[in-house]
Each structure stands twice: as structure tokens, then as C-alpha cells.
């Protein structure tokens, strides 16, 4: 399944201000451990993807970004790729030019309300809980248009504690058989291996990641096929404007000599 998914290009400026930063991967950028994307740090986008997909109710047949890969919005100009899907899918997309992307290569979060391996009843807990879960994957990697990403070690973080949820009905957790009351808000603190690229350049790319999980096991990968746009100029856009603005002119004035 495909996605089509663009935005303005009011975020030019921004965009060229944190090129000169990024580390160069393939025909992509990412931004260093420690940098920030329009205002969002590792550690800020982290929360949010935890907070976005928790708070996704599952379809029919396990229709989830979590348990399938496809990409969810982030916040403006910025895509989620949910990444460690099972069965290894391929998945094909359409973005602009102007859009970055969040991928999970591997992560976890831990709550005060799943069983272990997955609960903490203080922060510190939590913590412990997600860090041993990534801890105890392996096989880890990321590929960019077929370059491999160096040092993905440098890219561990571990968020600052959070609040997810209300949980809605038919939520992640009651999916998977866990406590997931509806309406639940509770804490959480979440670790993984994030790559934030800035955006692709027009046309054909291709991104994968995977990762084996200890415990419980499991291996998982996700491929994104991704088709990058071009985004209209502003001087495009405008003489655009000023062109619609001139068959308008003419319709009328064509209608004014008929009358």
C-alpha cells in the first residue's frame, strides 16, 4: 500500500540551516546524536512516537503501524517510520521533498501497567526494563539507498519519563492480551536506536532496518520504498498564481465583450 503525504514549503529556511550539520549517509543526511529538527530533539520525537502510536487503536486483521510497518504523521514535516515490523514488509510511499523522517531501527518502552519484561513501578525501573529489552537485541541495522550507516551505536537514546495515552478501545496493549484499560494514562520511559533524517532528495530511495529481539525472540525488518517529490518554489507558486489569476482575467473579460 501506498502513501501520499506532502506539506508546504514554508519550511525551506529550516531545512538548508540543519543540511550544514547532518551527517551524510547514501543520498540522505541524518542528524547527529545530540542535534535537533525544526525545533525536535532525538529524545523530543522518541516521546512523541511513543505517544502517537500508543494512542492508534488496532484495525481489523491487526491493522496497526506498529505490527505493520506503514508510516505515521508526525509533527509538521516530519514522517514516523514505525520500522521493526514482522514478516519483513515492503512498503511503498510518496512524500515531498520538504519531509523528514523518524525511523525506529530498534526500540522499547516499559509502563507501569504491562508485565515484565516490559514493567517498572518507578521511573528508575522503567528505565531498566527498556534499556535490558534493547540490550538484548542484536543484528541491528539500517541502510540507506544500499549504504549502510555507520557507528548505529551512537544513535542509543533513552527518553526522559513520559505520560501516554488515553488509550482508546481496541488499543496496542489489550491487542497483544496486556492490561490496557480504556481511557488509561500512565508513565513510561522508552529506549532505542532512532536515525532522524533531513529531507530526501527528489526522486527514487530506498530505506531498510532490522533487528533481532532476545527477549521475547523474534526477528524484524522493514524496507520503505520511498518516491520523493519536488515542492514548488515560491516564485513557482506565484507566477502559478499569477497565470490562474489571468485566465480568470480573460474568462471575464471575454464574457464582459459578449454581454
Same mark, same amino acid.
Given at each position: 500500500?501506498?502513501?501520499?503525504?506532502?506539506?508546504?514549503?514554508?519550511?525551506?529556511?529550516?531545512?538548508?540551516?540543519?543540511?550544514?550539520?547532518?551527517?551524510?549517509?547514501?543520498?540522505?543526511?541524518?542528524?547527529?546524536?545530540?542535534?535537533?529538527?525544526?525545533?525536535?530533539?532525538?529524545?523530543?520525537?522518541?516521546?512523541?512516537?511513543?505517544?502517537?502510536?500508543?494512542?492508534?487503536?488496532?484495525?481489523?486483521?491487526?491493522?496497526?503501524?506498529?505490527?505493520?510497518?506503514?508510516?505515521?504523521?508526525?509533527?509538521?514535516?516530519?514522517?514516523?517510520?514505525?520500522?521493526?515490523?514482522?514478516?519483513?514488509?515492503?512498503?511503498?510511499?510518496?512524500?515531498?521533498?520538504?519531509?523528514?523522517?523518524?525511523?525506529?531501527?530498534?526500540?522499547?518502552?516499559?509502563?507501569?501497567?504491562?508485565?515484565?519484561?516490559?514493567?517498572?513501578?518507578?521511573?528508575?525501573?522503567?528505565?531498566?526494563?527498556?534499556?535490558?529489552?534493547?540490550?538484548?537485541?542484536?543484528?541491528?541495522?539500517?541502510?540507506?539507498?544500499?549504504?549502510?550507516?555507520?557507528?548505529?551505536?551512537?544513535?542509543?537514546?533513552?527518553?526522559?519519563?513520559?505520560?501516554?495515552? $488515553?488509550? /482508546? =478501545?481496541?488499543?496496542?496493549? @489489550?491487542?497483544? +492480551?496486556?492490561? &490496557?484499560? %480504556? *481511557?488509561?494514562?500512565?508513565?513510561?520511559?522508552?529506549?532505542?536506536?532512532?536515525?532522524?533524517?533531513?529531507?530526501?532528495?527528489?526522486?527514487?530511495?530506498?530505506?531498510?532496518?532490522?533487528?533481532?529481539?532476545?527477549?521475547?525472540?523474534?526477528?524484524?525488518?522493514?524496507?520503505?520504498?520511498?518516491?520523493?517529490?519536488?515542492? $514548488?518554489? /515560491? =516564485?513557482?507558486?506565484?507566477? @502559478?498564481?499569477? +497565470?490562474?489569476? &489571468?485566465? %480568470? *482575467?480573460?474568462?471575464?473579460?471575454?464574457?464582459?465583450?459578449?454581454?
Amino acid at each position: 500500500m501506498g502513501r501520499v503525504i506532502g506539506s508546504g514549503w514554508v519550511r525551506a529556511v529550516a531545512v538548508l540551516a540543519v543540511l550544514a550539520v547532518a551527517a551524510p549517509a547514501g543520498r540522505a543526511d541524518i542528524i547527529p546524536p545530540g542535534g535537533s529538527y525544526l525545533g525536535y530533539s532525538y529524545n523530543d520525537l522518541e516521546v512523541l512516537w511513543w505517544q502517537t502510536i500508543l494512542t492508534i487503536p488496532v484495525g481489523p486483521g491487526g491493522d496497526h503501524p506498529f505490527l505493520t510497518g506503514e508510516p505515521v504523521a508526525g509533527p509538521p514535516g516530519i514522517l514516523f517510520l514505525t520500522g521493526t515490523a514482522a514478516g519483513s514488509p515492503a512498503i511503498d510511499l510518496t512524500i515531498s521533498a520538504d519531509t523528514a523522517l523518524f525511523l525506529a531501527v530498534a526500540n522499547a518502552e516499559a509502563s507501569a501497567i504491562e508485565p515484565p519484561p516490559f514493567f517498572g513501578a518507578t521511573e528508575a525501573e522503567r528505565r531498566a526494563a527498556a534499556n535490558a529489552f534493547v540490550d538484548a537485541s542484536s543484528g541491528r541495522f539500517a541502510e540507506i539507498d544500499g549504504v549502510s550507516v555507520p557507528d548505529l551505536d551512537a544513535y542509543r537514546t533513552d527518553s526522559p519519563e513520559f505520560l501516554f495515552g $488515553p488509550l /482508546p =478501545a481496541d488499543n496496542l496493549f @489489550a491487542f497483544f +492480551g496486556l492490561p &490496557g484499560p %480504556v *481511557g488509561y494514562t500512565g508513565p513510561s520511559v522508552a529506549a532505542g536506536y532512532w536515525l532522524l533524517l533531513t529531507p530526501l532528495s527528489p526522486g527514487e530511495h530506498t530505506i531498510s532496518s532490522g533487528v533481532t529481539f532476545g527477549l521475547p525472540p523474534g526477528e524484524f525488518a522493514t524496507t520503505y520504498n520511498i518516491r520523493v517529490t519536488s515542492v $514548488p518554489e /515560491p =516564485a513557482s507558486l506565484a507566477l @502559478a498564481g499569477l +497565470g490562474a489569476a &489571468g485566465l %480568470v *482575467g480573460a474568462a471575464r473579460r471575454r464574457r464582459a465583450r459578449r454581454g
